[in-house]
C-alpha cells in the first residue's frame, strides 16, 4: 500500500520562510508527477505546484516566484520550499503523486497525504 506523510508544517510569520516535505512510502515502481495542493478555510483545495515525470515544474500564479518544488526520485520526496510568505498562504498543504505504479496495483493510482497545516500569522 502506497501512503504518502507530509512534515514540515507550523507557523510563521508574513515574509518568513519555511519547506515542506512529502515522503511516498510502499513498494513502488514509479511515480509520474509529484504535486502540491492547498485547501484554506471555507474554500476548494487548490492546485500550488506540480514537478512532473519529465522534469518539468510548474507553478500557480499566486505563489509563482516565491515557492519552488524540488523533487528526489530515489527517495520518492517531493518538497515545497516557501518563501515571502504572506497570511493568504495559510492552509492546509497536500501533498500528491500522480499515476502511482504500486506493488498490486493493476493500474497506475493517484494518492493524497493527510495534510500539513501552514499559519502564517503575527
Known amino acids: 500500500q502506497v501512503q504518502l506523510r507530509e512534515s514540515g508544517g507550523g507557523l510563521v510569520q508574513p515574509g518568513g520562510s519555511m519547506r515542506l516535505s512529502c515522503a511516498a512510502s510502499?513498494?513502488?515502481?514509479?511515480?509520474?508527477?509529484m504535486a502540491w495542493h492547498r485547501q484554506a478555510p471555507g474554500k476548494q483545495r487548490e492546485f500550488v505546484a506540480v514537478?512532473?515525470?519529465?522534469?518539468?515544474?510548474y507553478y500557480a500564479d499566486s505563489v509563482k516566484g516565491r515557492f519552488t518544488i524540488a523533487r528526489d526520485n530515489a527517495k520518492n520526496t517531493v518538497y515545497l520550499q516557501m518563501n515571502s510568505l504572506t497570511p493568504e498562504d495559510t492552509a492546509v498543504y497536500y501533498c500528491?503523486?500522480?499515476?502511482?505504479w504500486g506493488l498490486g496495483s493493476p493500474s497506475p493510482t493517484d494518492y493524497w497525504g493527510q495534510g500539513t497545516q501552514v499559519t502564517v500569522s503575527s
Open positions: 514537478f512532473t515525470g519529465d522534469g518539468n515544474t
Open positions: 510502499g513498494t513502488i515502481f514509479g511515480i509520474e508527477g
Open positions: 500528491k503523486a500522480d499515476r502511482v
